[in-house]
């Protein structure tokens, strides 16, 4: 299985290795997660596992998310995602998995979704210079010519302008775990994640440190 685990993202502080060096660290909630379902690839033409984490109540649920979760015995989970999993591997609907599965010194793949900062102009969403800042000039923030004139005849896409900015999926790749406190299903990881405190992670076994 590429180890894989849902969390919630607690906030930044900072641990000493055992040579005096401050090392800026995220702690991650991670679990525990429940197994909601076990696709195989004779049934569903796959192999994969869905797993459930967070708590939701049953009032917020459909009759059909009830009995979904009422079949694998988990209590109604607020998120679900699929992790491919060898045909071998095995999982059954109810188990548990924990913080445990990840070991101080591992490297992972961290996903979730970047803070939302609405919407932006060029100088703050691309990082754009802008114009002279003098009275005359009359071009200070805005992007400027962002297209031809009778030959195209249309702006090509990708032009950097204003719009949304943030609130988009993002993975940061090959970081290191720190530690992990398997008690409290707490796990450090060192740099900064995408998303704010409170936010959804998923962490997964490192791509590029598996290389």
């Given at each position: 299985m590429?180890?894989?685990?849902?969390?919630k993202?607690?906030?930044?502080t900072?641990?000493?290795?055992?040579?005096?060096?401050?090392?800026?660290v995220?702690?991650?909630?991670?679990?525990?997660?429940?197994?909601?379902?076990?696709?195989?690839?004779?049934?569903?033409?796959?192999?994969?596992?869905?797993?459930?984490?967070?708590?939701?109540?049953?009032?917020?649920?459909?009759?059909?998310?009830?009995?979904?979760?009422?079949?694998?015995?988990?209590?109604?989970?607020?998120?679900?995602?699929?992790?491919?999993?060898?045909?071998?591997?095995?999982?059954?609907?109810?188990?548990?998995?924990?913080?445990?599965i990840?070991?101080?010194?591992d490297?992972?793949?961290?996903?979730?979704?970047?803070?939302?900062?609405?919407?932006?102009?060029?100088?703050?969403?691309?990082?754009?210079?802008?114009?002279?800042?003098?009275?005359?000039?009359?071009?200070?923030?805005?992007?400027?010519?962002?297209?031809?004139?009778?030959?195209?005849a249309?702006?090509?896409?990708?032009?950097?302008?204003?719009?949304?900015?943030?609130?988009?999926?993002?993975?940061?790749?090959?970081?290191?775990i720190?530690?992990?406190?398997?008690?409290?299903?707490?796990?450090?990881v060192?740099?900064a994640?995408?998303?704010?405190?409170?936010?959804?992670?998923?962490?997964k076994?490192?791509?590029?440190?598996?290389q």
């Amino acid at each position: 299985m590429s180890t894989a685990l849902m969390g919630k993202k607690v906030g930044m502080t900072r641990i000493f290795t055992d040579d005096g060096r401050s090392v800026p660290v995220t702690l991650v909630e991670v679990g525990p997660c429940y197994v909601v379902q076990r696709k195989t690839a004779d049934r569903d033409g796959y192999d994969a596992i869905q797993l459930g984490f967070g708590v939701r109540r049953e009032k917020s649920c459909t009759k059909p998310e009830l009995g979904h979760f009422k079949k694998a015995s988990v209590e109604p989970c607020r998120h679900l995602r699929e992790f491919r999993v060898a045909s071998d591997a095995e999982f059954k609907a109810g188990d548990v998995l924990k913080a445990d599965i990840f070991a101080t010194g591992d490297r992972v793949d961290v996903t979730g979704t970047s803070k939302g900062k609405g919407f932006q102009g060029v100088i703050k969403r691309h990082g754009h210079g802008g114009g002279p800042g003098g009275h005359g000039s009359h071009f200070h923030r805005a992007p400027g010519s962002i297209g031809q004139c009778a030959d195209p005849a249309k702006v090509f896409k990708g032009v950097k302008l204003p719009g949304q900015m943030g609130n988009k999926q993002r993975t940061t790749q090959n970081l290191e775990i720190m530690s992990v406190d398997a008690e409290k299903n707490l796990v450090a990881v060192k740099g900064a994640l995408p998303g704010a405190p409170g936010g959804m992670v998923i962490l997964k076994k490192s791509v590029k440190g598996a290389q």
